[in-house]
Every structure is written in C-alpha cells, then in structure tokens.
C-alpha cells in the first residue's frame, strides 16, 4: 500500500497516546535486542531506543514513503529496515522484546502469526503488540459494509478487507499456549473529539481507507468518498466528533 507520511501524521498526537501505554509496560532492561515491527516513520521507535538505555533496536516497515522519514531518526541504537512483518518472520534471528504499535493488523491470520511472532523470542523475551479492535470501531465497520454494495463490490472485484483481528480472549489464549509467564491483555478506549466528520474521514484516509481507494477508478474512488463521507455524518450527527477509539493491548512475558 502506498502510505503517505504526512496524513499519517496529521493526527500524530492522538496515534501516539497508545504508544506510551505500551512502553509503561515493558521492562526496562539494559543492552537488550528490540525490534518494532511495522515502525511507519520511526519516531516512535526512536522513543522506545531512547527508553531502553545501551540497546539496540531495529525498526522495520513495508512502506518505502514511510520509512523515508525514518532517517532523522536513526543513530548508532536505532537502524531501520524495508521488509514487512510476513517477511521478518522467514529470518532465524531472537529478539529480547518484539514490539509492534498499531501494525499486525494489517496481517492476516492471527491464529497462525501470533505464535510465529512470539517464537521470536529469545528466552526469558517480553512482546508488547496494540492494534486497533477493527471489529468493534464504527468507521471500520461502516467501511466494509459499504464495499459490500453496488456498485462498489463489483469495481472491487467482491474484494473487501475482513479483518484479522481476534478478541481480546482469544489472544489471551493464543498467548498462554504459547507458553507465556506473565500477561496483560485489555482493550481501551481512546477517545478523539474532532471538529467534524471530515474530520474523522482525514483519521480513516491516513489508514484504514488506503487499501480501498487504491483499487478503485477516478469516478468510482471519488463516488465511493462521497457515499462514505455521508454515512459517516449520518453515524455521528453531532459536531463536534466524538470517537471512542477502541484499541486491544497485549503484553506477556516468555
């Protein structure tokens, strides 16, 4: 998918907040191996380098835009590196923390991954994953079934992004079997308040709306917009916007 940095960030404060929850979950080791996977532009991974004092940390992305923006912060702990999360778990090498904030779920098959991810780990290792719960979050929601209708499902090819996201039991379960010590899963919300649905369609277009934008044509693509832009004002009718974002948080210790 071609991502664009700029829209990405355009909300950076509110994409940021999950982050910290995450970091005050990790144990703070000296001179481990860490790597973030799906770093988008590597500030945040420079956050977390910064945390884990003489360490080292590598971020890795699909995205080429993305990572363009990396190298303001890359230093002798933080290097980066283009390959995507399918294709780091081809590689042999042991992590002390995986780490991932708001990127496996653009990875299918979390029954499958989920383990592959946690082997991983090296022994006594620590994974820290958020992703957004894209079962329950309306805009998600209205999305897909919006690409489910004329004359959208047929421009698509009865193409639709069905998500991989689990509940929060499963993944809890996923990581008991898989041998954790020590967990904590739970899902927050992270409310945004914003000035209008335009507003909550410039959040959703930085994401979520990229993979269905890009398989459409200039006439369908623009249709598509306007009929989401107005069941988007029809969901939330009130101004100013507020959204509960639902994110799923999983921490646990091997």
């Known amino acids: 998918m071609a991502w664009n940095p700029d829209t990405y960030n355009k909300y950076k404060s509110e994409r940021f907040a999950p982050f910290y929850d995450c970091l005050n979950l990790i144990t703070i080791k000296p001179q481990i191996d860490a ?28 995205s080429a835009e993305m990572l363009n923006d990396s190298k303001a912060f890359a230093n002798e702990q933080v290097t980066f590196e283009l390959r995507s999360i399918e294709e780091q778990l081809q590689q042999a ?27 991983m780990l ?8 958020q992703i957004p719960d894209q079962t329950q979050n309306a805009a998600n929601l209205i999305l897909h079934r919006l ?15 069905d998500t991989p996201v689990l509940d929060i039991e499963r993944y809890a379960q996923i990581l008991f079997e898989n041998g954790s010590k020590g967990m904590t899963v739970f899902e ?5 308040v914003l000035k209008d649905t335009d507003a909550l369609f410039d959040w959703v277009s930085g994401t979520t709306l990229i993979p269905y934008i890009e398989k459409l044509s ?14 988007l004002k029809i969901r939330f009718p009130k ?3 507020f959204y509960p974002f639902k994110r799923i948080i999983m921490e646990a210790k091997f």
């Open 188 to 192: 927050k919300i992270y409310p945004l």
């Open 218 to 231: 200039s006439e369908v693509k623009n249709h598509f917009i306007a009929e989401y832009k107005k069941r």
């Open 147 to 161: 690409a489910g209708e004329e004359p959208f499902s047929s421009a698509l090819n009865n193409w639709k992004r």
């Open 35 to 62: 790597i973030d996977l799906g770093c988008g532009t590597g500030e945040l991974t420079r956050k977390l380098a910064d945390a884990l004092p003489g360490s080292k940390v590598t971020g890795i992305d699909s």
């Open 122 to 129: 090296k022994p006594e290792g620590q994974l820290v994953i």
């Open 239 to 241: 101004t100013p916007v």
């Open 93 to 119: 090498t042991k992590w002390d923390l995986v780490f991932s904030n708001a990127a496996i779920q653009w990875v299918n098959n979390h029954e499958e991954i989920l383990p592959r991810i946690i082997a």
